[in-house]
DNA sequence: TCTGGGGTCCTAGGACCC
DNA sequence: TCTGGGGTCCTAGGACCC
């Protein structure tokens, strides 16, 4: 038996689960029958699309548009905001009934998974996850086979919806290297600007192109593409157990921040978010980040502290963020806060310093009741009293009020 | 052209140590 | 005092992914 690499991907995953939860919920209306699309936050008009339906594809509806933009190229499109909550849950059913199949899975993004498994009917198997995943779960997943990650990820890519594409070694030529340079995996707008300026506009063309000479324009990323360009790629099916490296949120502000008061509330908001997450994880973070980007021009800033010791307290990682941002912040308008923790190890063992509060346990302690508390009733159970009148959040982050949330996905 | 938000990895330069 | 060179740590920023 031959060992071989599955990808699975569910098709417009956020649409088509939510699709699902409405037909199971009563709603009549299926969202991939009509001009739909996820996005958006609860004040609607804000945010950006995430998902869309064929329709609405074909009416000109791009991921990542805006919303008002969407509405101009198709004002009937009806659109849902995410629930990122129902989409783990999606998440974990499809990843359940793939790793039935196989004990190596690797779960890559929400809705994405890789899976290794020998046997002689390869293709077999994929009809069988396939029509699985249908039947059980009602939504559709391309599959792509191959004996690397890389190319069964480019497989599966190809036809959409609800396709199974092999691309083996002896397929790159007619499969993969026609297509448009950026539809290579890790080859991004940046990449791809490089690549065009310098005639390089195909997957094959990148592939019969001067490994040297990309690796001088490039650096290992050149490399690394150059490799991918030609199915070259031997990393392993990762058996879930990779760790978190970061936790951070951010958000874009409704007004321009100008003021340090109203700065240093998103700051702590964002804390909060960050901070929580810390401990459901039982994590201590060693470094502390925060960024903001300016309200027009590109320009942001970012500045990061290594702490004398780990930490999981709000309050050192807020006042922290909040130093940092005060040294690079130019008193200009602000659209854009973000605060971000590292270097993360498990909360078990920590090393106390000589600099610690005394009485730091105790202060672990009320910070997880907090949490606790938050959990049962909501995030906004328990408030800083500098947030009461403030008309800002008091725990800020993307994925909103529930907890827990996508805390360590991947 | 930054629409949003949450991630990872790489590189380059400076500080510091031996 | 800066002569040499190597290594590690830290930080800023860029690029990519979904």
């Not at 020998?118 to 249908?134: L, M, R």
């Amino acid at each position: 038996m031959k060992k071989y690499i599955f990808h699975i991907d569910a098709n417009s995953a956020y649409l088509s689960w939510q699709a699902v939860y409405d037909l199971q919920h009563g709603n009549a209306i299926d969202l991939r029958n009509i001009s739909a699309a996820i996005g958006g936050d609860k004040s609607k008009r804000k945010g950006i699309i995430l998902a869309k339906s064929l329709k609405a594809k074909q009416a000109g509806v791009k991921t990542g548009q805006p919303l008002f933009e969407a509405l101009k190229v198709c004002p009937e499109l009806t659109i849902v905001s995410p629930n990122y909550q129902l989409y783990m849950k999606c998440s974990d059913e499809m990843t359940a009934i793939i790793q039935t199949f196989s004990k190596k899975v690797e779960r890559f993004s929400v809705d994405e998974c890789f899976m290794e498994l020998s046997c002689e009917n390869p293709i077999v198997i994929a009809y069988q996850i396939k029509e699985y995943i249908h039947k059980t779960l009602g939504f559709t997943v391309n599959i792509g086979i191959s004996t690397n990650k890389l190319l069964a990820k480019m497989g599966s890519e190809l036809e959409k919806p609800d396709k199974i594409h092999t691309m083996f070694k002896e397929e790159i030529m007619e499969k993969m290297w026609p297509l448009p340079v950026n539809e290579l995996f890790m080859v991004g707008r940046a990449t791809y600007k490089k690549l065009t300026k310098y005639g390089i506009n195909t997957i094959g063309q990148l592939a019969n192109s001067d490994i040297d000479f990309l690796n001088q324009i490039m650096k290992s990323h050149g490399r690394l593409i150059w490799h991918y360009a030609n199915g070259l790629d031997s990393s392993p099916v990762k058996k879930d157990n990779r760790k978190i490296k970061g936790i951070g949120n951010s958000t874009t502000t409704p007004f321009d921040v100008d003021d340090i008061r109203y700065a240093s509330l998103f700051i702590l908001s964002l804390t909060e978010m960050v901070a929580i997450r810390l401990r459901a994880n039982n994590m201590m973070c060693h470094v502390v980040h925060v960024s903001y980007h300016r309200a027009s021009k590109g320009g942001g800033q970012g500045r990061q502290r290594k702490l004398i010791t780990p930490t999981d307290q709000t309050n050192t990682i807020y006042q922290t963020a909040l130093e940092l941002f005060k040294e690079i912040w130019d008193e200009g308008p602000v659209r854009h806060f973000g605060v971000r923790v590292t270097m993360l190890n498990t909360a078990n063992i920590y090393q106390r310093s000589i600099f610690d509060e005394k009485n730091l346990e105790k202060k672990r302690r009320l910070n997880q009741n907090i949490d606790l508390l938050r959990v049962k009733y909501g995030s906004q159970t328990i408030k800083r009293a500098s947030f009461i009148a403030s008309g800002i959040n008091n725990v800020n982050g993307g994925v909103h009020d529930n907890y827990p949330m996508m805390t360590s996905l991947l």
